[in-house]
C-alpha cells in the first residue's frame, strides 16, 4: 500500500507538531542555537537545497535520507548536526541548525568566509610532487586552519612516484613543518605506504581532506576505505593540473573515524581575515607577539623587531616569513 500524499498545509502542521515535541518552539528554525541534544540528523552532503541526512533517531539510526532544507536556514555544509522531519512522503525537512563546534571553508569571490565543513576534529592538507606543491598555498592553508582553532595534519601523497631528487626536495620543505610542531605524513595511495599510520592518528575524529585539485584525495579517501567510495580524475598533462572530480563535500564513514572529502581547487584566498589573524596564524610566531621595540612593527626592516631577530636566531624560518609577507602582500592587493 502506497503511502497518502499530504497537502503542504497538512505538512507545515505536522511539522510544526514536530517541532513542538522536540521543544524548538521558541527556537527560531534559522538560529545557530539549538541545543545539540535535540538534533536527530547529520549532513552526510549536500545538493544546492537538498541533503542527505544520516539519522541519528534510535528507531532508523544510521539511515540515509534526502531532505530539503526551510529557506530561512542558513547553508548546510557536511558535517552540520540538525533536526528534521518526515514529510509524510518517504523524505524529510530539515528545521533547524544545530551550534556548530566548528567549521572550515573557504572566502568567496568578494571575501566573504563560506564553510564547507562541520564539527570536525583535524584538517589534512594533501599535497604531492605532482602537481608541484607550492609551500605560499600551504601556508595559506595553515592560516586558515589555526585561524579557526583546528589541528593541522600535512599529508605527503604519491611517494610511490618520487625519485631520489624529488625526495629530498619535499623532505627538506616537510622538515620545516615538523620543526615548527605540525604533524606530517608520507604516504601512498597506490602501495599502501604510510596509511596504517596516518589511520592510526585519526583514530574516534571526523577530518576533511583539502588540497590541491590532482593530489590524489579521492584515491586516498578509497585506500583508507580499503575500497572504491570517491571518482578519481586523471591528472591534466597539458597543465600540470588536476581535474575537479570532487564536486561537493561529503561525509564518509571509515573503520574508527570520519573523513570529509571536499572539491579541490588552484587557489585559496585569505580574503575572510585581517593582518594580526595571519600573523597569529603562523604559530612559531606567536612566543614574539608585543616583543618588537615598535608596536606598528612591520616585521620587515624596522630596528628591534623581535621576528627578525627569531629569523637570525633560527627560531623561525626565512621561507615562512617571506610566505607570510606574500599573504599580506596580497591582502593589500585585494583591499
Known amino acids: ?18 517541532r513542538k515535541e522536540l521543544g524548538l518552539e521558541q ?18 552532503s549536500h545538493y544546492g537545497q537538498h541533503v542527505d541526512i544520516e539519522s541519528l533517531a534510535e528507531e532508523d539510526e544510521g539511515a540515509v535520507l534526502r531532505c530539503t532544507q526551510r529557506s530561512n536556514l542558513p547553508k548546510l555544509v557536511a558535517g552540520d548536526l540538525v533536526v528534521w522531519t518526515d514529510d509524510g512522503a518517504q523524505s524529510g525537512v530539515v528545521v533547524a541548525l544545530g551550534k556548530r563546534r566548528n567549521s572550515f571553508g573557504r572566502p568567496t569571490i568578494d571575501g566573504q568566509y563560506k564553510a564547507i565543513a562541520a564539527n570536525i576534529d583535524a584538517v589534512l592538507v594533501v599535497f604531492a610532487s605532482s602537481p608541484t ?16 582553532g583546528l589541528d593541522a595534519v600535512l599529508v605527503l601523497n604519491k611517494i610511490d612516484l618520487l625519485g631520489p631528487d624529488e625526495a629530498a626536495v619535499l623532505d627538506n620543505i616537510l622538515s620545516k613543518y615538523k620543526d615548527i610542531g605540525y604533524p606530517v605524513h608520507k604516504v601512498s595511495a ?9 589511520e592510526q592518528s585519526l583514530s574516534n575524529k571526523t577530518a576533511i581532506l583539502v588540497g590541491q585539485s590532482g593530489v590524489g584525495k579521492s584515491s586516498l579517501l578509497n585506500k583508507l576505505n580499503k575500497g572504491s567510495l570517491a571518482d578519481v580524475g586523471a591528472l591534466s598533462e ?11 563535500s561529503s561525509v564518509y564513514h ?11 581547487i588552484r587557489e ?18 606567536r612566543p614574539f607577539t608585543g616583543a618588537c621595540k615598535f608596536r606598528d612593527c612591520s616585521h620587515r626592516q624596522e630596528p628591534g623587531c623581535a621576528i627578525q631577530a627569531a629569523v637570525e636566531a633560527g627560531q623561525i624560518s626565512i621561507e615562512r616569513l617571506q610566505s607570510y609577507f606574500r599573504i599580506l602582500d596580497s591582502l593589500e592587493e585585494l583591499g
Open 27 to 44: 527556537a527560531h528554525s534559522g538560529s545557530s542555537e539549538t541545543p545539540l541534544e535535540k538534533c536527530n540528523g547529520r549532513i552526510i
Open 238 to 248: 597539458t597543465w600540470d593540473r588536476g581535474t575537479h572530480t570532487t564536486t561537493t
Open 190 to 198: 597506490e602501495d599502501g605506504r604510510g596509511i596504517s599510520t596516518l
Open 133 to 148: 606543491p607550492h609551500v605560499s598555498l600551504i601556508d595559506r592553508y595553515l592560516v586558515a586552519i589555526e585561524q579557526q
Open 254 to 264: 571509515m573503520s574508527g573515524f570520519d573523513l570529509i572529502d571536499s572539491p579541490g
Open 268 to 285: 585559496f584566498g585569505l580574503g575572510h581575515i585581517n593582518p594580526q589573524q595571519v600573523f597569529e596564524g603562523f604559530k612559531e610566531f
Open 1 to 18: 500500500m502506497s503511502k497518502r500524499r499530504l497537502s503542504k498545509h497538512q505538512l507545515a502542521r505536522i511539522s510544526e507538531n514536530q
